[in-house]
C-alpha cells in the first residue's frame, strides 16, 4: 500500500460540446472537446486536509467526481491508496466516503437508520459492526436522537450530518467533499468544520479533500490548498507560501492575482 | 463479491423498497380492493362477449375469462419488466442517490438486480391477488393447474423480460428521455401476444409476428399450465422459446447497461435528467 492517500499524474478530462434540440441525440457520442481538466498533478498525504478552490467551472467537482470513480479521466491517472479509479474501481471506492453539500441524496421516507443500514450493506458491512458502526457515526454527529425519524423530516443541516456519517461509515482512507457547508447557517458550518478537523482528520487519520468556495474554511481546515483555473493547477501549496508567491496579504488576495496572472501567461 | 454478500445486497434492496412503499400506508391498503375492481370487469364483460364462436376460437378447456384473466395478469410482468429498472434509475437520479449508490463497493448488476426485485415481487402478489380473487369470487378453475409448470415459465419469462427492461435503462441513462422502443414493443406485444385474444384470429403475418415478442410464449405456457394443467413436456416448447430470449437478450443488455454508463462518465452526464 503506498504512503499517499491520493495521488494524481496529469490528470485530463475533456467533454463533449453541450448541445441543444435534436442534436441533443448525437450528443453522446459527440467527441470530447471541451477542456475541464489539463494536466493536474498533486498528491494527499494520510491525515492530510488539500482545499480545491477555484471559481466556478474552474474543475473542482470533476476533479473530485473522478476521484470518485463517477467520471472517467480521459488521460492521465488518479490513484486512492495506491489502486487507479479507472482500473480498480471497487477498491477505491472500498477506500473512500464522497459526500456533495446538498440536502437530497436519501430515501426521504425512510429513517435515518433505514438509510445508514442500507448503504452499509452496500459497502459490505452488516448485523452487529454495522449496528455498531452506526452507532458510532451517529454519536460522533450528534445523530442519536433523530435516527429513527424519517429523513424528510430533517433540516438541511441534519441531512448534512447524516451525508458525512454515511461517508464515514466504513472508515475511508480518504473523504471528499464537494462545498460541505455550502447550505449551512453559520454557525452550523463552524461545529461541522470543528468536527472534521478534530473527529475526521485528527483523530481518525482520514485524509480530507473539500472543494469550497468559502476561504476562511479554507484557511481553518486546510493543510495545503490547490488553485483551480479553467482546468489548470495554478499553485498546489500551504497557505503561507500561496501568499508569498502572490505577493499578497490575503487568501482572496492571492487567488486574485495568481488567476489574474495565468489569464496574462494565457493571453501572451 | 461471494454469493453471501450478494444476497445480503439484494435483501437490502428489497427491505429498502418495502419499507418506502409500507409508508404509504393507504395506498398499500387498497390496491387488493382495485385488483377485485378489475376481474369483476372481466368476469361481466366475458358473460357479454361469451358465444359459441368465442368458445370454439379458444384452446381446449378455456372460457373467455379465464382466458383473459390470465393474460391481464400476466402482461403486467412485461410492463415491469420494462419499467422497474428504468423507474429505480430515474428515481435514483432524481432524489439524489445516484452519485451515492455508485460510490459503494455494490458491483452495478447486483444494484440492478436488486432494484428489480421489489417490484417484481409486488407483480407476483398482485398476479396471485388477480388469480385469488378470480378463483374464490369468480369460479377460476385451479384444480387441474400445473403449479410447477406455471411457477418454471413464469421465472423463464422474467428472464426473458428483464433483459429488454435493462436495455430500455441503457437508452435512458444516455438519452435520459423514457425509451420509445419501449412503448413501441409494449404495444406491439398487446396487439400480438395474445392478451385478451388468441393469436389464432390475428392475419397469417402478424401471427408470424407474434411469434417473435417473448410474451406470446409466456402466455402460451402460462395458459397451458393453469387451465389445461400442461406437463412439462408440454410447456417445454414455450419455455425453450423464452429461455432462448432470456440467452440472447440478457448478455447483450448487461452489455450495453456497461456502455451506457462508461459513455456517461465519460461525457459527464450521470445525474443529468
Redesign the interface.
Known amino acids: 500500500m503506498g504512503s499517499d492517500a491520493l495521488t494524481i499524474e496529469n490528470l485530463e478530462k475533456y467533454?463533449?460540446p453541450a448541445r441543444t434540440g435534436w442534436k441533443?441525440?448525437v450528443?453522446?457520442f459527440t467527441r470530447?472537446t471541451v477542456c475541464?481538466l489539463a494536466g493536474i498533478s498533486f498528491a494527499v498525504g494520510r491525515g492530510e486536509v488539500l482545499a480545491l478552490i477555484g471559481a466556478n467551472g474552474a474543475g473542482k467537482s470533476?476533479l473530485l467526481?473522478i476521484i470518485?470513480?463517477?467520471?472517467?479521466p480521459?488521460r492521465g491517472r488518479a490513484a486512492v491508496a495506491g489502486f487507479d479509479v479507472e482500473r480498480e474501481p471497487?477498491r477505491v471506492?472500498?477506500e473512500?466516503g464522497?459526500h456533495?453539500g446538498?440536502d437530497?441524496?436519501?430515501?426521504?421516507?425512510?429513517s435515518a437508520r433505514?438509510n445508514l443500514?442500507?448503504?452499509a450493506?452496500?459497502?459490505?458491512l452488516?448485523g452487529d459492526p454495522a449496528a455498531r458502526r452506526i452507532r458510532e457515526v451517529a454519536d460522533l454527529l450528534a445523530l442519536g436522537e433523530m435516527m429513527d425519524r424519517?429523513v424528510r423530516t430533517f433540516s438541511t443541516g441534519m441531512v448534512h450530518r447524516l451525508g458525512l456519517a454515511?461517508a464515514l461509515l466504513?472508515a475511508p482512507t480518504l473523504l471528499l467533499l464537494d462545498e460541505p457547508t455550502r447550505s449551512l447557517d453559520p454557525l452550523a458550518a463552524a461545529e461541522f468544520r470543528r468536527f472534521l478537523k478534530n473527529e475526521v482528520v485528527l483523530q481518525r487519520g482520514t485524509a480530507l479533500v473539500f472543494a469550497s468556495h468559502t476561504l476562511a474554511e479554507v484557511e481553518e481546515l486546510a493543510n495545503r490548498v490547490a488553485l483551480l483555473d479553467g482546468g489548470r493547477l495554478l499553485a498546489c501549496d500551504t497557505v503561507p507560501r500561496v501568499l508569498a508567491s502572490a505577493g499578497a496579504a490575503t487568501l482572496g488576495e492571492a487567488v486574485e492575482r495568481l488567476t489574474l496572472r495565468a489569464h496574462q501567461e494565457t493571453r501572451e | 463479491m461471494n454469493l453471501r454478500?450478494a444476497l445480503?445486497?439484494l435483501w437490502?434492496f428489497f427491505?429498502?423498497d418495502l419499507?418506502?412503499a409500507r409508508?404509504?400506508r393507504l395506498l398499500f391498503l387498497l390496491e387488493p380492493i382495485e385488483m377485485l375492481f378489475a376481474v369483476a370487469t372481466f368476469f361481466y364483460l366475458s358473460r357479454f362477449v361469451q358465444s359459441t364462436e368465442l368458445t370454439r376460437a379458444l384452446p381446449r378447456g378455456m372460457n373467455y375469462f379465464t382466458f383473459a384473466l390470465v393474460g391481464l395478469a400476466f402482461f403486467d410482468y412485461l410492463n415491469v419488466a420494462f419499467s422497474a429498472f428504468e423507474q429505480s434509475l430515474d428515481q435514483a437520479r432524481r432524489?439524489?442517490?445516484l452519485?451515492?449508490?455508485?460510490?459503494?463497493?455494490?458491483?452495478l448488476p447486483v444494484?440492478l438486480v436488486g432494484s428489480a426485485l421489489y417490484p417484481f415481487t409486488l407483480t407476483a402478489l398482485r398476479t396471485a391477488v388477480y388469480l385469488g380473487w378470480g378463483m374464490f369470487v369468480f369460479g377460476f378453475p385451479w384444480r387441474a393447474a400445473n403449479w410447477p409448470g406455471a411457477l418454471a415459465v413464469l421465472l423463464v419469462s422474467i428472464l426473458a423480460f428483464a433483459g429488454l427492461g435493462v436495455l430500455s435503462a441503457s437508452y435512458l441513462l444516455?438519452?435520459?428521455r423514457g425509451n420509445p422502443a419501449r412503448w413501441l414493443f409494449i404495444g406491439a406485444s398487446a396487439l400480438l401476444g395474445g392478451m385478451m385474444y388468441p393469436i389464432s384470429v390475428l392475419p397469417q403475418t402478424l401471427q408470424v409476428a407474434a411469434r417473435l415478442v417473448p410474451i406470446t410464449y409466456s402466455l402460451e405456457g402460462m395458459r397451458g399450465a393453469l387451465l389445461q394443467g400442461a406437463s412439462f413436456g408440454e410447456l417445454w416448447p414455450s419455455l425453450r422459446a423464452l429461455l432462448l430470449f432470456a440467452v440472447v437478450f440478457l448478455p447483450v443488455s448487461f452489455a450495453a447497461f456497461a456502455w451506457a454508463l462508461?459513455?456517461?462518465?465519460?461525457?459527464?452526464?450521470?445525474t443529468h435528467f
Request: charge should be positive; glycine fraction near 6%; avoid cysteine.
Open positions: 467533454f463533449p441533443t441525440l450528443q453522446p470530447a475541464a470533476t467526481r470518485a470513480t463517477l467520471l472517467a480521459t471497487a471506492r472500498r473512500l464522497f456533495t446538498g437530497t441524496g436519501f430515501y426521504a421516507r425512510l433505514e443500514q442500507f448503504f450493506t452496500l459497502n459490505n452488516a424519517q454515511r466504513h | 454478500r445480503r445486497t437490502a427491505r429498502r419499507a418506502i409508508s404509504y432524489n439524489g442517490t452519485e451515492a449508490l455508485l460510490v459503494t463497493e455494490t458491483p444494484m444516455v438519452f435520459k462508461r459513455r456517461t462518465k465519460v461525457t459527464g452526464t450521470l
